[in-house]
């Protein structure tokens, strides 16, 4: 009778263990994905003379880029003018929050390739900011937080 009931015990542990179709592994990768991965955006070429031109749609809001990897951003097309700012926050115990905001111009064409850690400061919160003028005198800008991690 104990054969049985341990026979019985086994084989339900057994179905158990192998029926389970989300392992460990799988579910950290969907959870990642989910919370963690920007969507990726189908392939258009946006123009600030287009009707309906939102400039929210310029940047992303934020990008979770890996220290070390090089990324380039596109600005829309038709612009007479670009610029590419980062914005990095400094400890300054003088200062009414603790902190200065440090503004710096990194770029003024329409694409911009940078390499995190040169003008980001890593493990913290940056913002960058894209300025574009078009023929008119019209800015569009738009911001997007950057955040740079180590491989640590």
């Known amino acids: 009778m104990k ?27 969907k959870f990642n ?7 990726p955006h ?18 992303d809001s934020r990008y979770l880029l890996k220290d070390g990897y090089e990324v380039t951003l596109t600005a829309p097309f038709d612009g007479e003018s670009y610029k590419w700012e980062v914005i990095t926050k400094e400890e300054n115990r003088y200062a009414p929050e603790g902190f200065i905001e440090r503004r710096k111009t990194v ?33 569009y800008i738009d911001t997007a937080i950057i955040i740079i991690t180590s491989w640590d």
């Open 3 to 29: 054969k049985i009931i341990t026979f019985t015990f086994l084989l339900l542990l057994l179905s158990i263990l192998t029926s389970c179709a989300n392992s460990y592994e799988s579910m950290i990768v």
């Open 33 to 39: 994905k989910e919370k963690f991965t920007p969507e």
């Open 42 to 59: 189908k392939e258009q070429d946006h123009s600030v003379e287009e009707s309906g031109f939102d400039q929210s749609s310029m940047l």
């Open 107 to 139: 770029c003024d064409k329409q694409q911009y390739t940078f390499l995190p850690g040169n003008d980001y400061k890593i493990g913290t919160e940056n913002k960058l900011v894209l300025t574009v003028t078009d023929k008119e005198g019209t800015e």
